[in-house]
């Protein structure tokens, strides 16, 4: 069952359990799958899991971000709903690596690619993000480039 499969069901569950939130965020997904066919002028009969992965990357990442902005102007019920259809969203995208998983990576990187300075950030950074995709953030793929290579 391709992904865009399991969306189309996990949209159907969410109908039969009358689950709001669920229901919201599978939607929102739908939502960004047919936006992704129909855009750049011409129509696309399937997307790929991978560029499903990344839609369902920018929605978890616009949730929270939501959810932030709500904590900072004191609306905790507001935030609550984003992360909680964050968390529903999440189940889309393969697993997370840990810290430790993450910073072994990126050292294998740097040495493949034998950066020694920070000169080098962006050759490792161009090879981490797209080997690390779907597995960790940015942010943290960042944090972790500079200390290793400072």
């Not at 529903?88 to 740097?110: D, F, G, N, Q, T």
């Amino acid at each position: 069952m391709t992904l865009e499969e399991q969306i189309q069901n996990d949209l159907k569950e969410a109908m039969k359990a009358h689950d709001s939130v669920a229901l919201a965020s599978v939607r929102a997904v739908k939502a960004a799958i047919l936006l992704a066919k129909t855009s750049e002028g011409g129509s696309k009969e399937h997307l790929e899991d991978s560029e499903i992965v990344k839609l369902a990357q920018k929605l978890v990442k616009q949730r929270r971000e939501s959810a932030e902005i709500y904590t900072q102007q004191n609306r905790p019920e507001l935030a609550q709903n984003e992360l909680a259809e964050a968390a529903v969203i999440e189940k889309y995208l393969p697993k997370a690596l840990s810290e430790e998983e993450v910073e072994a990576k990126v050292r294998e990187i740097i040495e493949s690619l034998g950066a020694k300075s920070m000169a080098d950030m962006g050759r490792v950074m161009g090879t981490a993000t797209k080997a690390l995709a779907g597995q960790a953030d940015g942010k943290v793929i960042s944090a972790l480039v500079r200390k290793l290579l400072s």
